[in-house]
């Protein structure tokens, strides 16, 4: 049976090669790939265009993951720079125009940390440029990355939400791998917090089948991790007619 496509976005930045120390790279973690692939999914890695091809490009699509990367830039939200490492604007702006067009389209779609973050800001939220280090989020910086990938806080998930649906539980412990988080959702309803308030998911309030979270499912091997892949490939294949 045909696979349902789902666009994955990637995160451009500069990396030493051999043709200089800040080489521009498009890159990816592969394991959002493949647990697109695992669901069901064909995932189409998207480069960021250099011209108007946001049309073209969701012709191709019959879902979206906006994947994690580089912090968002302040100024996206209307704030100020106080904490963002090296933040690409023309990424902001290419990554909202997907949202904004998947929302009019749409287009099932799942956000992942950076991903989520976008989603409140393309619906009037802003982003907080520090992570609350209180109830089970860690400084990152001196923890080893197995200590990183092991590290896990308790989540509680709003019932009846997507991502309680996607998740199968109404509690859940996730990983904390994010740089800033967000402060407030705008119109998006908040569907899962850690203690404290520290927000973890959001999603629309109207029919779109969308969903952003804050940790990063694709590092976890917690198979209800895996839900939330299996909902965004559901979700193509209910829009573009590919049995599921």
Known sequence: MPRPRIL????????????????ILDTLDPAYAARVFDAGGLPLVVSRPDG??????LALADGLLL??????????????????DEPDRPADEWELALIAAAR???????????????LAVAHG?????????????RELGGLAPEEILADR???????GSRVQRALGAGAVAVNTIHHHEIA????????ATAPGGVIEAVEPRTGWACVGVQWHPEKMHEPSQLGLF????SAACARSGVPA
């Open 125 to 137: 939220g802003r982003l907080g440029q520090r992570v609350s280090l209180a109830d089970g989020h």
């Open 230 to 233: 299996a909902q965004l490939v």
């Open 104 to 118: 009019e389209r749409g287009l099932p779609t799942l956000g992942i940390c950076r991903g989520a973050q976008l």
């Open 67 to 84: 994947t994690g990367g580089g912090d968002v830039d302040p100024a996206s939200y209307g704030a100020e720079l106080e904490n963002a």
């Open 52 to 57: 108007d091809a946001l049309d073209d490009v």
């Open 153 to 159: 806080h308790e989540v509680t998930v709003r019932p």
């Open 8 to 23: 994955v976005t990637c995160w451009r930045r500069p990396l030493p090669t051999y043709l200089g120390e800040r080489t």
């Open 184 to 191: 407030d959702a705008g119109e998006l309803e908040v569907t």
